[in-house]
């Protein structure tokens, strides 16, 4: 088997008849280059073959011979087939027909772990002494040192060695290298081989990954690039050719300027918005080290495809309901009332706290809520809202935690995830808390201390980052008073306290509703605009709005419908609103028939202390006509 990627290097006749017998044994042709001493000649000869027939993986060499190649050529791996223990005993014998006074010539300090001792001991040897050199002069100098000391004969210099000795007068024996030592290098090196082999393959599988994500990747490696994707050379405007294998610093400065280079390697931040070629990209980088190898994987996101994504994905929180879409912008009114409510939630949204929005029906709890998200770090993530009466009993634990597969008699297969994964990252927002049944408070306190939740039928506890807005229409405490809300959950979430004004309590902001509702209705229906008479305007002033915002805005609805063709003064469109209307013993403040009803409910389900069967006999309706009521009124 041709195996172009391993050279031998060999520098006399038996090392070379050694290396022959152990690849025909492997049954390899490696790359055999002869070369007898380690100088710069040697660097020159090795360039000019590795320009004609390619640069290996992995040379085997001894020696000074073997120190050089590393020296001179660092990205190729260079494994020695120095003499073993066995060899040098080998060497040794003979030497000794010589004599018993042998000189050891050693490379640097590679003898070391010999122990002299316990070889003139073993063949018997009157004197065994190391001579120690560096360079082909140090051979020459050490070898005469011997002959001066005395010895009979000397081992090792290679064939430099011995053509030293006979000029000197001493002999002078190879330190040869067995097939058993050899053959060792030979299994390393196609270990190594196979290995940077599979990390080709696993850079190409790579490699053809990347080219089909529309991010730019670059992989710099001691900063010469060694990887870029289609999408980086597109985003460059270059061709591979004149990026890759070249030093990131000599690329043209509209590629990589001043800035670009001091974020790859000297910044300590993971990600920076940079400009290439007047675009706009986020860049991210992480760094490895290995075997002296620094390496460095960059990655360019275009700024407007990431605005796009972002754009598609809130698109689809959307469609899922799963995303607010008002702002403190959108809430009207210039009361000082109302301006100080949004100053708290504006100071409130940059923190992370729970919150508790107290108010009465109408007065925007939800608006508030959606407002706080969208001036919040975790204005991105979902925005996930749930009206508590609005969901059966038995369904809301489910419907907060979620279930597993078969848990339950009708779970959907493959379960389902509650509304605390849905809101994962985001807000959750619990609205009319007050109706949380008293079994339910326990499972949601523990699943905002743990900041874990459970799904049921599941062994297995998921960790969540959500921040909980809740919302109320009654006075909590006497809820805690009478045992019907735990403590411990209301100070959880009332980290945070914001309560809503009624519209009694802004009256300066009133007419200027009523101008914006009449415009909106006007304008949905293609109908000319009504002008409000003074009687009109003081009516709506007076007027207390016991169902506040939503209430006024359905009688301005009314108005404007009714206004067409003559003039119908406002009073008249809240003929029937006009008293409070007592319904099972409530006192039901006047509004739409739907705000009437809605109100209703909730008093029969706050008499009932949100048992929601009672409340259904009690009005005489079945207990689904009543969860789809509450729900409607949820969705509002």
């Known amino acids: 088997m041709m195996l172009e990627k391993l050279m031998i290097i060999t520098g006399y006749d038996k090392f070379y008849r050694t290396i022959q017998e152990c690849c025909t044994f492997l049954e390899i042709e490696p790359v055999i280059f002869q070369w007898e001493t380690a100088s710069p000649e040697l660097v020159i000869r090795l360039r000019e ?16 011979v073997a120190d050089i190649i590393e020296t001179n050529f660092p990205d190729i791996v260079v494994l020695r087939a120095e003499p073993d223990d066995l060899d040098l005993l ?9 004599g018993k006074r042998i000189g050891l010539l050693i490379y640097m300090d590679y003898g070391r772990n010999y122990k002299i001792d316990v070889l003139k001991r073993v063949l018997d040897l009157k004197e065994l002494r190391f001579y120690s050199f560096r360079s082909a002069e140090d051979i020459e100098k050490r070898i005469s040192e011997g002959k001066s000391d ?6 090792g210099g290679g ?3 011995v053509r030293t000795g006979k000029n000197v007068g001493i002999p002078v024996c190879f330190a040869s290298t067995s097939a058993r030592s050899l053959e060792r290098a030979i299994l390393q090196a196609l270990t190594i081989i196979n290995a940077h082999s599979r990390e080709r393959l696993q850079l190409e599988t790579f490699w053809n990954a990347t080219s089909l994500i529309s991010e730019g990747i670059l992989v710099l490696e001691n900063q010469t690039v060694i990887l ?5 050379l597109h985003i460059l405007a270059a061709k591979e050719e004149t990026i890759l294998n070249q030093s990131i610093s000599r690329l043209s400065p509209s590629w990589f300027n001043k800035a670009m280079l001091q974020f790859f390697f000297e910044d300590s931040q993971p990600e920076k918005v940079l400009s290439v070629r007047d675009h706009k990209y986020l860049v991210k980088k992480r760094g490895t080290h290995s075997k002296g190898q620094k390496r460095l994987t960059v990655s360019f996101h275009n700024i407007m495809d990431i605005q796009n994504q972002e754009q598609q994905v809130r698109a689809a929180l959307r469609d899922k309901g799963l995303s607010a879409r008002f702002h403190f912008e959108d809430i009207m009114g210039n009361s000082s009332a109302i301006r100080n409510a949004k100053r708290k939630a504006a100071l409130y949204a940059a923190t992370d706290a729970n919150i508790l929005i107290t108010g009465e029906n109408g007065t925007g709890k939800e608006m508030f809520a959606q407002s706080i998200h969208n001036a919040s770090i975790r204005k991105n993530a979902p925005f996930v809202a749930v009206n508590c009466a609005a969901i059966p009993e038995p369904l809301l634990e489910s419907e907060l935690f979620g279930y597993e597969e078969g848990s339950f008699s009708g779970a959907r297969r493959g379960g389902k995830p509650g509304l605390f994964e849905l809101a994962q990252s985001g807000t959750l927002f619990l609205d009319e808390i007050n109706s949380l049944p008293i079994q339910v408070q326990g ?25 909980i807005l809740s919302a109320s229409n009654v006075q909590m405490d006497e809820l805690i008073a009478s045992g019907r809300f735990r403590a411990d959950l209301y100070y959880r979430l009332n980290v945070l306290n914001l309560r809503l004004p009624p519209l009694r309590e802004r009256k300066e902001d009133i007419l200027p509703l009523v101008n914006v509702f009449l415009k909106k209705y006007a304008g949905r229906y293609h109908l000319e605009l009504p002008v409000l008479t003074e009687e009109d305007r003081a009516f709506l002033s007076a007027n207390a709005w016991s169902g506040n915002v939503r209430s006024l805005e359905n009688v301005i609805h009314r108005y404007t419908i009714l206004q067409q063709g003559q003039h119908i003064p406002v009073r008249e469109c809240m003929e029937d609103l006009t008293s409070p209307v007592p319904v099972h013993g409530f006192s039901v403040a006047p509004g739409t028939l739907e705000t009437m009803e809605t109100e209703l409910i ?4 706050e008499r ?9 006999r009690q009005l005489g309706i079945s207990r689904s006509t009543l969860w789809k009521k509450l729900n409607a009124d949820s969705a509002l």
Do not use: W
């Open 49 to 64: 073959n590795f320009a004609a027939h390619g640069k290996p993986e992995v040379i085997i060499s001894r020696g000074a």
């Open 90 to 98: 080998e060497s040794l014998e003979t030497a000794m027909v010589y």
């Open 150 to 155: 005395g010895m009979d004969a000397m081992v």
């Open 159 to 161: 064939t430099l060695g």
């Open 228 to 232: 870029a994707n289609q999408e980086m």
């Open 443 to 467: 499972v949601l306190l523990r699943a905002i201390q743990e900041k874990e939740i459970r799904r049921i039928g599941s062994q297995k506890n998921l960790a969540v980052d959500i921040r």
């Open 602 to 605: 909730h008093l029969c389900l």
């Open 608 to 616: 009932n202390h949100g048992n929601r069967a009672e409340t259904a």
